[in-house]
Structure formats: structure tokens, C-alpha cells
């Protein structure tokens, strides 16, 4: 395949796959892989650990006044084949995922300067090309100059037991209806937010993989690449 080092923006619903497939596609073409969700799960996880929410309600003012001291770094682990994300030099990759913080991420990414801070760190990471990002504003917000957009999206009862298993193999004691009822009001926040609300971007294609093995995406992917590399 081509050398040319574009990038790669992956956008769409919560819980569709977009990191495995952005991972797979970064692994295969020798890119960096960014997992954006991953910095707002850690801005979250971060304000749940100091006080800035409480009972699911976030303080946005604390929230704001606290970004001044997160420090967000990524460190590549071979095991995973994939950058670990730390905070002010704590590994915490282990604990963005839980329920607890995907209940409150959508209010967090909803505050302006949270986005402000987040975003201006992705335009850096990505200012060379040769990156696979994964996010909700990648392709409208963060690069809309991006070569290549791809937008994600599958049946939220299908991306909810895919969530379901994920989260009963790490151990997390959560029901099938609380892992649905979480991707629904997520898509719902994040479609209706006022600062860059998902939405597709009008030169993405859209990927459902309701349906698609793994495999069959890759191979789907490989004719997308191919078409905008050889272009
Ligand atoms: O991809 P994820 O489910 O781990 O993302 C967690 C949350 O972060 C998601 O509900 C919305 C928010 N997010 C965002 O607002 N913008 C991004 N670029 C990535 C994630």
C-alpha cells in the first residue's frame, strides 16, 4: 500500500466497535492509534476521584477550575498493542471504563472548556499525519481536512450486549437492561449537546457493522484506504 501518511478520522454511536476497528486499522498500516473517548473518560475519572461529582451530578465550575492540574499522556504497551492513557503519570487506563464513569462522561465532554483543552491536544498528537483517531468530532471538529472519515454506527441493542460481555468478563456486576439504558441516553446526550454534538460529517462514510465480523470490516476498510490513497 502507498506510503502517503493521512488521517484517519472515526467517529459515531458509543459501544459500535470503533476502537477495535481503529486499533486493527492502525496496526496494519503502521499508524498511531488515539482512543479520544478515552481522554474524556479520564477527565471524568479524574473529577469523580476529587469531589467535582457528586451522586451523578457534575460541578462544571470545579470541573473547569480542576483541568489545570490533569495532565493527560499516552504510553505505548506492547501487550495491548495500543498506548495506555495515564493522568498526571498515573496509569488509569484500567479504571475509565467502569459504569460509573460512563454514566457521567457525557456530562463532562459536554463542558466547553473540557473540549477546548482535549481538542487542542488531538490537533497536536494528529499535526503529522499518519494517526487513526477515534471520537465523536474527529471528522467535523478536530481534522475536518481529515483524508479519510468514517462514520460508525450499529443496533444499540446489538452494541449493548457486545458492551454487556465486555463488561461481565472484567467482572463489573452490571445487568444487559443497565448496559442498553446507558448506550441509548449516551447516543441521545451526545447527538443533542450543544457544543459539537455528534453528527456525521458530510464526506464521511458510514460503516454499520450490525452485522459485519471483524474481518468484513477490515476488508471494507482496505477498499475505502485504497480509494483515497490512490486518488
Ligand atoms: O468512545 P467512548 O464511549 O469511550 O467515549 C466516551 C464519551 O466521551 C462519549 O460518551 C462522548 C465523549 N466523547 C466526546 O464527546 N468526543 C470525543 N471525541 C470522544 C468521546
Given at each position: 500500500?502507498?506510503?502517503k ?9 458509543s459501544s ?68 495506555d ?17 460512563s ?25 503529522y ?96 484506504y ?5 486518488a
Open positions: 500500500m502507498d506510503n501518511r493521512i488521517i484517519i478520522a472515526i467517529d459515531g454511536h459500535c466497535g470503533k476502537s477495535t476497528f481503529a486499533k486493527a486499522i492502525a496496526a496494519r498500516l503502521g499508524y498511531i492509534f488515539i482512543d479520544t473517548g478515552a481522554m474524556y473518560r479520564a477527565v471524568t475519572h479524574y473529577a469523580l476521584e476529587h469531589g467535582a461529582i457528586n451522586m451523578g451530578i457534575v460541578d462544571e465550575e470545579r470541573v473547569e477550575a480542576m483541568l489545570q492540574s490533569i495532565e493527560i499522556s499516552f504510553r505505548f504497551n506492547p501487550e495491548r498493542g495500543a498506548s492513557i495515564y493522568v498526571n503519570g498515573d496509569l488509569v487506563e484500567g479504571k475509565i471504563r467502569t459504569i460509573e464513569v454514566n457521567c462522561v457525557s456530562a463532562v465532554s459536554s463542558i466547553a472548556a473540557v473540549r477546548s483543552k482535549l481538542v487542542a491536544m488531538q490537533q497536536q498528537m494528529g499535526r499525519g499518519g494517526v487513526v483517531m477515534d471520537g465523536r468530532d474527529i471528522g467535523t471538529v478536530v481534522f475536518p481536512n481529515a483524508e479519510l472519515k468514517i462514520y460508525m454506527t450499529a443496533d444499540p441493542m446489538v452494541r449493548a450486549e457486545r458492551r454487556f460481555k465486555e463488561l461481565t468478563a472484567k467482572g463489573d456486576s452490571v445487568t444487559l437492561q443497565e448496559v442498553y439504558d446507558n448506550v441509548v441516553s449516551r447516543d441521545k446526550a451526545d447527538m443533542s449537546r450543544a457544543i459539537s454534538p455528534l453528527r456525521k460529517a458530510d464526506d464521511a462514510i458510514v460503516l454499520d457493522n450490525s452485522a459485519m465480523s471483524v474481518e468484513e470490516q477490515m476488508a471494507w476498510f482496505d477498499e475505502q485504497r480509494r483515497v490513497v490512490e
